[in-house]
């Protein structure tokens, strides 16, 4: 996966964005291959990689070296709506916490309030 994304990044054109939260939670994904994939687009200015989630561990990212080209989602629902249909995810409160170690650490944040 890594050499495809590795592939994808050196191709002619204009910037892309590579989200990886389309179909899931971008932080479910392993830590070792976040690990491994912000650095990549760190290394090169021209494509952003997206990070989708409704999680609070972000620890493993913050020291990465991301120059600025990972973006940090989190989707926010109120507490009524998250405790409903959202049981399995960060409370609102902790997700806002984690942008707020995010946003200290660098990242550019889009935070979706629905």
């Not at 050499?3 to 994904?29: F, M, Q």
């Not at 990465?64 to 940090?72: A, D, E, R, Y």
């Not at 409903?84 to 806002?96: G, K, Q």
Request: proline fraction near 7%; charge should be positive.
């Amino acid at each position: 996966m890594l050499r495809e994304v590795s592939c994808w990044l050196k191709k002619l054109g204009g910037p892309r964005l590579l989200n990886t939260g389309e179909l899931c939670d971008s932080l479910a994904i392993t830590d070792k291959v976040m690990r491994a994939l912000i650095p990549i687009f760190g290394r090169q200015k021209r494509h952003k990689l997206l990070l989708l989630t409704k999680s609070d561990r972000v620890e493993g990212l913050l020291g990465l070296p991301h120059n600025g080209q990972t973006i940090v989602s989190f989707s926010v629902n109120p507490p009524e709506v998250s405790s409903l249909f959202e049981p399995d995810a960060a409370p609102p409160e902790r997700r806002l916490e984690a942008a707020w170690k995010c946003f200290n650490a660098g990242y550019t944040l889009d935070t979706e309030f629905a």
